[in-house]
């Protein structure tokens, strides 16, 4: 059993801020290419983000944690949810 899982192809990219400090194109062009390799590669990824418009935009399933609620769902999911509207007070106050 322990061979078979360290045969296993599957594929993971943990990606902290991946697009922190960069300018609106080469931001467009990351999500591209993350979507990409989701997408064509098979590549399952976990993105940290604070944008939860991206999180939303880009990500089938989020999770979100802050001291005051944990939420994991689908993106519609989030919107609707105390969490997303935890997040949008948030990102007001910034």
């Known amino acids: 059993m322990p ?3 360290l045969c296993a192809t599957k594929k993971l990219l ?9 300018d609106p194109k080469v931001t467009s062009d990351m999500y ?6 989701n997408r064509d590669d098979d590549i399952t ?9 991206a999180a939303v935009k880009y ?8 001291h ?4 994991f769902g689908t993106a519609k999911e989030c919107q ?9 007070n948030a990102e007001g106050r910034s």
Request: proline share 2%; glycine share 4%; no cysteine.
């Open 80 to 88: 609707k949810s105390e969490a997303g509207r935890i997040f949008s």
């Open 45 to 53: 990824i976990i993105r940290i983000s604070r944008d939860l418009n």
């Open 14 to 22: 943990l990606l902290d801020e991946p697009v922190a400090g960069l």
């Open 3 to 5: 061979a078979r899982a």
């Open 32 to 37: 591209a290419l993350i979507q990409k390799l």
């Open 68 to 71: 005051e609620s944990l939420f």
């Open 59 to 66: 990500a089938s399933h989020i999770l979100h944690m802050d």
